[in-house]
Each structure stands twice: as structure tokens, then as C-alpha cells.
């Protein structure tokens, strides 16, 4: 499997606010080594403040890293000048937050199309291709609307088509569901493994629902206090929890659940579609 995302022993220390007490931070991330294969799911997965956040700004280039190498698509972020690192991340990356930061005075379309319009896209293109994106998260018939008249799945389906849009190498989801009522969750969850199963994309996904990881990923990473406790298969995790913490997670997973992960490893090209065993 080709890497599109290695980290290599990564450290990220913050530097302190003017007014903190003197004395040693801690990291918000400490030595973590971790790949994301090319067409690959990884769910970031961990407790509020264990740096899953911090890990995906890390590999857009958002927030450099204190030591270590964060490499994408080949590119040592570390090395790069600010415009390379800026051309990288427009041209072959995409976010979506979990608060879905729509503009409130653009329609759907416009919205949808903002990527574009950053990279330079001239407006009848990035309005067809943004027509397209809008057809494949189902709001074809909404173009012309504006957020405010959107309802809170709509307006992520915005928000993924944004993604979408600039055909990301690397698409970068930050709880992008997490505000969602479980229903729409999950159905914006089968829409991107519908996405997937179309065409694969390399999307690294924080989360800190262990039913999302499951359902969502190829592999999940568990992070605790800014360590990588374990990297694996979703099965993987959940039969041979490495401590405490991760068979804490896995608690709540339901043996059947598990047991559809562990066919979903016996034939990989099935596992995006294995969501229809997980409802
Ligand atoms: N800009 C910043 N400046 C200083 N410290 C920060 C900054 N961003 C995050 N931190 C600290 O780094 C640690 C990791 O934070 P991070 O936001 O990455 O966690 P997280 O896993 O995404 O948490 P959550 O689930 O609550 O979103 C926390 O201790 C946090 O306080
Ligand atoms: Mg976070």
C-alpha cells in the first residue's frame, strides 16, 4: 500500500500563552509514527483534548510540527516555503469542520464552489463542476438556496461538496458528523462510504464515537494524552485492545458488529460496503 500521509515520530509542542505560569508544557502530541495508505479511511479516534485536531492541522500544514517529519503525498510539510505548503494544501486538500463554515451570503452553489474560486477556477467551470459535486451529495434542487434555508444535514452535504469539489488527494474531516441527529449521521456516513465506493479518496476522519470508527474505517488510530496507543483494523482494536483505554472504547461494541468487521477483513474490496450489516 502506498502512503499518502506518514508521520514519522511527531511531536507537537505549544507555545506557551503569555500570561501561563513558567514551567514545562506538555505535548499535545508526543512521538507519533503513523501511516494513511492512499484510498484509505483513518479515523482518528480518542478522548476530547488527546490532540486529534491537532494531528489533522498537523498534516495540512495548518500548525507546523515541533520535531519529527509530517510527509504528504511525498512532500516533507517541514521543508516546504509558505507558498508551497499553501499551494499544496489548496490544490490537493479539503477540511470539513464539524461546524460546517458555510458563508451565510453565498447560495449553495457559490458556497460549493469556493475551492474553486481560491484555486483560480473560472466561474463556468467551477459552476459545472460544482453542479456535479451538489448532484452527488444530493442537492441538486437546492443550488440556488441559501444556508439559513438549509437544514443541518443539507448544510453538511455543503460542506462535503466544498471538499468534494477541488477533487481532494486528501480529505480532511474534523467530527464533520458530529453535530448531527443520529439518523442524519448516519446517513451522511453511508453517503461517503457511497462516495468511496465510486471513486477512493484518502480521508483521514476524527471522530470520538466509536460506532462512527467502526462503520467509517479502514483502520482507526487511538490516541490517548498525545500517544498513539494503537493502529489497526477496526476488528483488530476491538478483539485485541492493546490497554485499558482502548478496550475501554470498544466496550460498547456489539459482538456482532465485530464479527461483521472480521468478514469485512477476510475481503477487503467488500469492507465499504459492509455498512449495510452495521445498521
Ligand atoms: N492553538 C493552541 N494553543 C495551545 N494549545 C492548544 C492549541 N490547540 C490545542 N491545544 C492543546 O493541545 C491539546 C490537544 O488539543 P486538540 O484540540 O488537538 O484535541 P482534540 O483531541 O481535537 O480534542 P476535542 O475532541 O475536544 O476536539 C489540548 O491540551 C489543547 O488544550
Ligand atoms: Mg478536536
Redesign the pocket.
Known sequence: MTAMVTLHHVTKI??P?PDAPAGGR?A?LDGISLDVGEGEICVLM??????????LRLMNGLVPSTSGQVIVGGHDLGTLSERKLQYLRRGTMAMVFQSFALFPHRSVIDNAAFGLEIAGVPKAERHRRAAEVLEQVGLAGNAKQFPHQLSGGMRQRVGLARALAVDPALLLMD?AFSALDPLTRRDMQDLLLDLQAEKRRTIVF?S?DVDEAMHLADRIAL?HD?KLLQHGTPEELAASPVDEHVRRFFRGVAPALQASHALAAAAPQAAARMGALHG
Open positions: 505549544y507555545p500563552a506538555a499535545a480518542g478522548l476530547s483534548g488527546c490532540g486529534k485536531s491537532t494531528l467530527e476524527v470520538h490516541l498525545g
